[in-house]
């Protein structure tokens, strides 16, 4: 058996990795980070961190953090957004003399984080990419939303600009999976309201600092969530979920509350009542009288 190489790892790129057999192989490591509390890295990811030739970090600062409370003093280099095309060179160049662990801020990289070219290319390159398993806050919220779990739709970032906002959530209308998003705090009620307009009043939970000392999950009804923020402003890490679309049951008239609380959300934003009461009254079928006279 002298001389003889073998791999453990397999590679389903046949092809590709064939035609890099003569590089040597060494492993990307897909590791996941806490999303607030320190304790939640695995024994594994702490071994991974400490003995690869090279951490690359999303923010070397934030890593730093994370890696002097573990002791760990493997090499840092930075890896993100803004600069994820140009280091893919030299992440790939160490990757030909040891093992390379990816870290994000928080939670899995590539999941709404950077990850996704790096992982691409170390594939084509027939580089040994391992994923561990870890913190990540869309499953960390689902699993304790009291939606359904048994299928879901892991969203992301909504759009930022109205018209796209409302044209993304109007193609979301009739998805019957549970819908995961990220949001952040100036922007939930916002998205709360669009979604409230365009989607039937359902099922929704706000999953806010998970894992941090003020942790706190809240499940009601879109008109219920919207009017809690609108009086509560949301602050921290926000992850929301919103229901599956289900045929039954569905309203023909808004209630008074998704009416007031669509209304008291177009107004929060800087709409102008005549404006906001035109286009509310339109949706829910009010009269235009009756919305102009409401008290909010
Ligand atoms: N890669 C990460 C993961 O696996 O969850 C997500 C990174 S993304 C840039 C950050 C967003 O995730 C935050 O803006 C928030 O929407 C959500 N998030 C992160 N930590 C959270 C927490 N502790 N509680 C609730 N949501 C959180």
Do not use: C
Request: no cysteine.
């Amino acid at each position: 058996m002298g001389g003889e190489v073998s791999f453990s790892a397999p590679t389903h790129n046949l092809n590709q990795a064939m035609s890099y057999e003569n590089l040597p192989m060494h492993n990307l490591y897909i590791v996941p980070t806490p999303i607030g509390n320190l304790e939640d890295l695995t024994l594994r990811a702490l071994r991974i961190l400490r003995e690869v030739a090279l951490i690359a970090a999303e923010d070397t600062r934030t890593s730093r953090v994370l890696l002097d409370h573990y002791d760990i003093k493997t090499p840092l280099i930075s890896y993100h957004e803004h600069n994820k095309l140009i280091r893919l060179k030299d992440i790939i160049e160490t990757l030909q003399q040891g093992d390379v662990a990816l870290i994000s801020d928080a939670g899995t990289p590539g999941i709404s984080d950077p990850g996704y070219e790096l992982v691409q290319a170390a594939i084509s390159m027939g580089i040994n990419v391992i994923p561990l398993p870890g913190a990540n806050a869309a499953t960390t919220a689902l699993v304790a939303s009291g939606l359904p779990t048994d299928s879901y739709l892991y969203l992301g970032f909504p759009p930022r600009k109205t018209t796209q906002l409302r044209q993304y959530i109007e193609d979301l209308s009739i998805e019957r999976r549970t819908m995961i998003f990220y949001e952040s705090p100036n922007r939930l009620t916002k998205t709360l309201a669009v979604m409230l307009e365009i989607l039937e009043d359902r099922p929704a939970v706000v999953a806010r600092e998970l894992t941090k000392l003020y942790e706190e999950i809240l499940r009601g009804s879109l008109t219920e969530l919207m009017q809690h923020f609108l009086e509560t402003p949301p602050r921290g890490e926000i992850t929301l979920l919103v229901a599956g679309y289900v045929e039954e049951g569905v309203p023909e008239l808004w209630d008074e509350a998704r009416v007031r609380a669509v209304l008291a959300g177009r107004l929060a934003q800087g709409e102008k009542r005549s404006a906001a009461v035109k286009a509310v009254a339109q949706e829910s079928g009010w009269d235009r009288r009756t919305l102009y006279d409401m008290e909010l």
